[in-house]
C-alpha cells in the first residue's frame, strides 16, 4: 500500500537549518508530483512546495520562497525539504503528499503522518 | 492568491443527523476544489475532488457540491468517526490555498 514517511525533524534555534525527508514506498514515485504541507499547532493547512514528478519545476508559498527548497530522488523514493533560515512562526507538523488522481487534479491524495519542526532558542 | 473561506467555523451536530458545511473561493475556481477530513494527530485524507467525486473508498454520505466560487460539503446521517475537522483545498491556480477549517463537533 501506499506508505509516505517522513522524518528528520526537531528543535532547531531560530536562524537555523533543518532538512527534513520523506520516504515514499508502495507507488511508481517517479510518476507522481510530491508536496509539502505544515500546520502549526492549533491552526490548519499551509501549501508549501510542490516539485514536479521528474523534478524539473517547483514552486513555492511566498512565506518559504528563497528560504526553503524542495527536492527528490527518483532512485531512492525520496523527498526532501531544505529549511533555512529559520524563524519561530516556521514551527509546525510538515507533511509530505502525493499529487495524486492525475496532472490536471491538483489535490493530494496521500499523506505522510507528519514531522514536527519547533524553532526556538 | 486566491484565498478559500470555510463556515461555520464549527459545527455542532448531533449523530445521525446531516451536517451541510461551506467553503468561498476570493475567485472562480471552476470546479478545481477538493475536501479533506482531518482527525486529531492524524494527517488530513482526502473525500473529494472536482467539487463533488469522492475518492476511493470513501462513503456515499459524504457529498460535495458546487461551482464557480461556491462549494458544499454535506455529511448525511452523521457517524461517531465522522467528528473531526474538515477542510477545502481550491487547485485552480498555484499557490494551492485552504480554507481555515470547519470543527464538526458532537452536539
Known amino acids: 500500500q501506499v506508505q509516505l514517511v517522513e522524518s528528520g525533524g526537531g528543535v532547531v534555534h531560530p536562524g537555523g537549518s533543518l532538512r527534513i525527508s520523506c520516504a515514499a514506498s508502495g507507488f511508481t514515485f517517479s510518476h507522481y508530483g510530491m508536496n509539502w504541507v505544515r500546520q502549526a499547532p492549533g491552526e490548519g493547512l499551509e501549501w508549501l512546495a510542490v516539485?514536479?514528478?521528474?523534478?524539473?519545476?517547483?514552486l513555492y508559498a511566498d512565506s518559504v520562497r528563497g528560504r526553503f527548497t524542495v527536492s527528490r530522488d527518483n532512485s531512492k523514493s525520496m523527498v526532501y525539504m531544505e529549511m533555512n533560515s529559520l524563524r519561530a512562526e516556521d514551527t509546525a507538523v510538515y507533511y509530505c503528499a502525493r499529487w495524486g488522481i492525475d496532472a490536471a487534479t491538483i489535490v493530494l491524495d496521500r499523506w505522510g503522518q507528519g514531522t514536527l519542526v519547533t524553532v526556538s532558542s | 492568491e486566491i484565498m478559500m473561506t470555510q463556515s461555520p467555523a464549527t459545527l455542532s451536530v448531533s449523530p445521525g443527523e446531516s451536517a451541510t458545511l461551506s467553503c468561498r473561493a476570493s475567485h472562480t475556481v471552476g470546479t478545481k476544489l477538493g475536501w479533506y477530513q482531518q482527525k486529531p494527530g492524524q494527517a488530513p485524507r482526502l473525500l473529494i475532488y472536482g467539487a463533488s467525486t469522492r475518492d476511493t473508498g470513501i462513503p456515499a454520505r459524504f457529498s460535495g457540491s458546487g461551482s464557480g466560487a461556491e462549494f458544499t460539503l454535506t455529511i448525511s446521517s452523521l457517524q461517531s468517526e465522522d467528528f473531526a475537522v474538515y477542510y477545502c483545498q481550491q487547485y485552480n491556480d498555484w499557490p494551492l490555498t485552504f480554507g481555515g477549517g470547519t470543527k464538526v463537533e458532537i452536539k
Open positions: 516539485i514536479w514528478y521528474d523534478g524539473n519545476k517547483k
